[in-house]
């Protein structure tokens, strides 16, 4: 799907939501609000505002989602280096078990 562009933004006048890809949306509702939406998991899937839109420019908001996305991404590797580093003296089957519980219930759920 290509991206949109900031024309495309600039005439939306009916309410529609457009992505961008990357869990962002454009959002035009039949008020006149405008707005960046990006989309996550969690518990289903979920819109945080990013935005309203002419304030937050097309590129300024592909900024803040890959922003969230980023967070996502690093919480699963300081995660993971945590569960290395405090294995101590639990078993190989004990940290698989605490990983898989991870992708399971928190990775899965805050992931891009």
Do not use: C
Request: glycine share 8%.
């Amino acid at each position: 799907m290509p991206k949109l562009s900031a024309m495309e933004v600039r005439r939306m006048e009916i309410p529609y939501r457009l992505s961008d890809g990357a869990g962002l949306f454009y959002e035009s509702t039949d008020t006149p609000i405008k707005r960046w939406l990006h989309r996550f998991k969690l518990g289903g899937k979920n819109m945080y505002v990013i935005g309203r839109y002419p304030e937050l420019s097309l590129e300024t908001a592909r900024k803040e989602n890959k922003k969230k996305d980023d967070r996502a991404k690093s919480f699963e590797r300081v995660a993971l280096e945590w569960i290395k580093q405090k294995r101590g003296g639990s078993s190989q089957p004990h940290t698989e078990a605490a990983i898989r519980t991870l992708e399971n219930t928190v990775f899965s759920q805050i992931g891009p």
